[in-house]
T-cell receptor, first 109, second 112 residues
Framework: GQSLEQPSEVTAVEGAIVQINCTYQTSGFYGLSWYQQHDGGAPTFLSYNALDGLEETGRFSSFLSRSDSYGYLLLQELQMKDSASYFC??????????FGGGTRLMVKP | EAQVTQNPRYLITVTGKKLTVTCSQNMNHEYMSWYRQDPGLGLRQIYYSMNVEVTDKGDVPEGYKVSRKEKRNFPLILESPSPNQTSLYFCATQRGPQETQYFGPGTRLLVL
C-alpha cells in the first residue's frame, strides 16, 4: 500500500515563500502530483513529477527525490488567493492514486 | 468548453436504497476516477478506469460499483448505501496518467 505524510497546516505572510513537504512510503511509485483545493471547491491539478528534480510553473514549483521518497511544493510571492488546502498524491500501478491528508495554507496580510 | 459534470450535486437518501451518481466528460479522455473526501482523511480513490470496459479498484472500493460502457460516462453505483458512505464524492478525468486531472464539481451525499 501507500502512505503519505504532509504537514496539516502552514501559515505565511503575503509576498513570502512557503514550502510544503510530502514524504511517502509506497509499494510502487510512478509519480508525485500536487493539487490545490479552495474551501467548498473541487481540487485543481498543479503539477506532476515523474523524475527527480524541479518542475516550475509560474509562481509554483514542485520537486521530487525518488531516492529519499520525498517531494515538495514551493509557492513564491504568496497571494491571499493562495490560501487553500494542498494535497500531494502518489501514482501507483495502473492509475491508482493515493492522496496525502492535505496541508491547509493560510496566507496573512 | 471542457467540462466534467456530476449529477446529482446533493442527495439525501436512506440506508439500503440503491442510488447512482453520474459523471460525464466532453474531453474524450481515456482515464476517469471516482474519489470520496472526508474531513481529516483527504481524498481517497474508489475506482478508476483507463478505457471503456476497463475498470479497477482504488483504495476504498467496498460498497461501490462502477461501469464504463462508453468513454464519456463513468457512473458510480451504491447498491445498498450505508451511513458510513456519507461523504463528498468527486469524479475526475485525464487524457493520460501524467496529464492534468480535471475534477467535477462534487456530489454531497447524506445517507440516513
Amino acid at each position: 500500500g501507500q502512505s503519505l505524510e504532509q504537514p496539516s497546516e502552514v501559515t505565511a505572510v503575503e509576498g513570502a515563500i512557503v514550502q510544503i513537504n510530502c514524504t511517502y512510503q509506497t509499494s510502487g511509485f510512478y509519480g508525485l502530483s500536487w493539487y490545490q483545493q479552495h474551501d467548498g471547491g473541487a481540487p485543481t491539478f498543479l503539477s506532476y513529477n515523474a523524475l527527480d528534480g524541479l518542475e516550475e510553473t509560474g509562481r509554483f514549483s514542485s520537486f521530487l527525490s525518488r531516492s529519499d521518497s520525498y517531494g515538495y511544493l514551493l509557492l513564491q510571492e504568496l497571494q491571499m488567493k493562495d490560501s487553500a488546502s494542498y494535497f500531494c498524491a502518489v501514482r501507483g500501478a495502473g492509475n491508482m492514486l493515493t492522496f496525502g491528508g492535505g496541508t491547509r495554507l493560510m496566507v496573512k496580510p | 468548453e471542457a467540462q466534467v459534470t456530476q449529477n446529482p450535486r446533493y442527495l439525501i437518501t436512506v440506508t439500503g436504497k440503491k442510488l447512482t451518481v453520474t459523471c460525464s466528460q466532453n474531453m474524450n479522455h481515456e482515464y476517469m476516477s471516482w474519489y470520496r473526501q472526508d474531513p481529516g482523511l483527504g481524498l481517497r480513490q474508489i475506482y478508476y478506469s483507463m478505457n471503456v470496459e476497463v475498470t479497477d479498484k482504488g483504495d476504498v472500493p467496498e460498497g461501490y460499483k462502477v461501469s464504463r460502457k462508453e468513454k464519456r460516462n463513468f457512473p458510480l453505483i451504491l447498491e445498498s448505501p450505508s451511513p458510513n458512505q456519507t461523504s463528498l464524492y468527486f469524479c475526475a478525468t485525464q487524457r493520460g496518467p501524467q496529464e492534468t486531472q480535471y475534477f467535477g464539481p462534487g456530489t454531497r451525499l447524506l445517507v440516513l
